[in-house]
T-cell receptor, first 112, second 112 residues
Framework: KQEVTQIPAALSVPEGENLVLNCSFT??????LQWFRQDPGKGLTSLLL?????REQTSGRLNASLDKSSGRSTLYIAASQPGDSATYLC???????????FGKGTTLSVSS | NAGVTQTPKFRILKIGQSMTLQCTQD?????MYWYRQDPGMGLKLIYY???????DKGEVPNGYNVSRSTTEDFPLRLELAAPSQTSVYFC???????????FGSGTQLSVL
């Protein structure tokens, strides 16, 4: 059974710092992987989607990488800002048409 | 552009009561999902639908029912509410089964 783990559960950094959030999954045979952002009391917003054939995706200050063979993905946030404070979740899809399997998330706090 | 709309945002139920959580999307998405999120936990899939008239169970379907009579709407029914169903419920949709997921803002449900 696929399991998705995100470590650490919480992270605090000063504004301007570059940071990396980690996601690991037990079954490397995935179809794709998504990173989401969740603000308190709100729904999830999709940040990046990486197909199994891709190594990375970039959007603005965000860069997500995927290493299927090792069962790992990272979300790199450059020059962090207080507005980046949120919970970041990663989720994997085993096959096309199947549902996402979520990690528990990393709660990021960026202080000014 | 409304996206995925959930109602109500908050609800308190007594044990044994019934209710329907509403979800509608205006993006002509085929796939729709219901997740629940408990504190400190990842999202768990309750039910999903790949199109009008087609639904299937997810990881935690017990105590819930769904229907999908139109492409736009995917209501979730709780027949006999139990304290274990206290959670935040999210509806989500995607055009196809392997693309980005769009989430509603959630329904916070308490069963007392």
């Amino acid at each position: 059974k696929q399991e998705v783990t995100q470590i650490p559960a919480a992270l605090s950094v000063p504004e301007g710092e570059n940071l990396v959030l980690n996601c690991s999954f037990t079954d490397s045979a995935i179809y794709n992987l998504q990173w989401f952002r969740q603000d308190p009391g709100k729904g999830l917003t999709s940040l990046l989607l990486i197909q199994s054939s891709q190594r990375e995706q970039t959007s603005g200050r965000l860069n997500a990488s995927l290493d299927k063979s090792s069962g790992r993905s990272t979300l790199y946030i450059a020059a962090s800002q207080p507005g980046d404070s949120a919970t970041y979740l990663c989720a994997v899809r085993q096959e096309a048409g199947t549902a996402l399997i979520f990690g528990k998330g990393t709660t990021l706090s960026v202080s000014s | 552009n409304a996206g995925v709309t959930q109602t109500p945002k908050f609800r308190i139920l007594k044990i044994g009561q019934s209710m329907t959580l509403q979800c509608t999307q205006d993006m002509n998405h085929n796939y729709m999902y219901w997740y629940r999120q408990d504190p400190g936990m990842g999202l768990k899939l309750i039910y999903y639908s790949v199109g009008a008239g087609i639904t299937d169970k997810g990881e935690v379907p017990n105590g819930y029912n769904v229907s999908r009579s139109t492409t736009e709407d995917f209501p979730l029914r709780l027949e006999l509410a139990a304290p274990s169903q206290t959670s935040v419920y999210f509806c989500a949709s995607s055009y196809r089964g392997a693309e980005k997921l769009f989430f509603g803002s959630g329904t916070q449900l308490s069963v007392l």
